[in-house]
């Protein structure tokens, strides 16, 4: 679910950017540039989802890399484009709650990098990616926990960010319209087809 969820609202913003700055190449390009990563980060939670870290170790660290690291790309270029589009469509706000946030979401990166480098270097044993519990009193805890609050931490900046989304995505909606090609499901003669157009749901979000 938080996968399709995750595409839907990239998608979303990619339609409401390109419709509010249709004559803007720079704006037109970085937005299909943040489209791609935004996919390309989705994948990677896929990966994350499907292969466990104490199974399949270096295959969740990849889906962690296509989340994460290409998914701070993606802030980094809305964040720009937020700047971009500022004042005419983004308040000056907007932009310095994204940048805040993309900064938190940078800081937590680091510091899971390196707590991580740190436990993992073999200097507290090896197989600690099997290991599920820890006693407070062994080498490595301490490192451990900051790489685990470091994790946390940084999904908890990337729901913050899709956050500031609310307030752009009041100001539009969203409708599927249905175009009829015939009056009947059975294969029809081009010349006895119609172009009805019928409208078949309208919502706002």
């Avoid at 950017?17 to 489209?35: F, M, Q, R």
Wanted: with cysteine; glycine share 6%; hydrophobic share 45%.
């Amino acid at each position: 679910m938080p996968l399709f969820s995750g595409l839907a609202t990239m998608y979303v913003r990619y339609k409401q950017v390109y419709a509010l700055n249709p004559d803007k190449s720079k704006i037109i390009k970085l937005n299909k540039i943040g489209l791609m990563l935004g996919l390309m980060s989705c994948f990677g939670l896929c990966i994350i989802a499907n292969f466990q870290k104490c199974i399949l170790y270096y295959v969740h660290v990849l889906g962690a890399c296509l989340t994460f690291g290409v998914g701070a790309v993606y802030m980094l270029v809305q964040t720009v484009l937020s700047y971009l589009m500022q004042p005419e469509v983004h308040s000056k706000d907007i932009f310095w709650v994204r940048l805040t946030v993309l900064l938190w979401c940078c800081s937590s990166i680091v510091s899971m990098f390196v707590s991580s480098v740190v436990l993992y270097s073999g200097l507290y044993g090896t197989n600690l990616v099997q290991k599920l519990h820890w006693d407070p009193q062994e080498e490595g805890y301490t490192a451990h926990i900051i790489s685990t609050v470091s994790e946390w931490s940084l999904a908890f900046s990337f729901l913050s960010f899709f956050l500031t989304y609310i307030r752009d995505f009041q100001k539009i909606s969203l409708c599927a319209v249905v175009s009829l090609h015939g009056q009947t499901l059975y294969n029809t003669p081009q010349s006895f087809m119609t172009d009805e157009q019928t409208l078949l749901v309208a919502g706002s979000i």
